[in-house]
């Protein structure tokens, strides 16, 4: 059975920092796509970003160049790194991988608040 086990997040004051890691584990295929998707209230799930297992990155155009996203392959983990945040960063974080079977999970969330 496949678990995503995120830790991380928080309270922080706008301009402040904050790290988010995501941990894999369950599956017999290889992890090809891992990411984070944000919700924030009365709001869909929207893309924050996504790296390829070659390390190909995609981000959000509202997170360029404050969030920085990497993994480990051989741990099979990913962290979000999110600087200069702000209070429309304000959501629950969502930790998403991909298996090269075709299968994506999702981890339980974990809140982070921006305050102004």
């Known amino acids: 059975q496949v678990q995503l086990v995120e830790s991380g997040g928080g309270l922080v004051q706008a301009g402040g920092s904050l790290r988010l890691s995501c941990a894999a584990s369950g599956s017999t295929f290889p992890l090809n796509v891992m990411g984070w998707y944000r919700q924030a209230p009365r709001n869909q799930r929207e893309l924050v970003t996504t790296i390829t297992r070659a390390g190909d990155t995609n981000y959000a155009d509202s997170v360029k160049g404050r969030f920085t996203i990497s993994r480990d392959n051989a741990k099979h983990t990913v962290t979000l790194q999110m600087n200069s945040l702000k209070p429309e960063d304000t959501a629950v974080y969502y930790c998403?991988?991909?298996?090269?079977?075709?299968?994506?999970?999702w981890g339980q969330g974990t809140q982070v608040t921006v305050s102004s």
């Open positions: 998403l991988a991909r298996y090269w079977g075709g299968s994506s999970y």
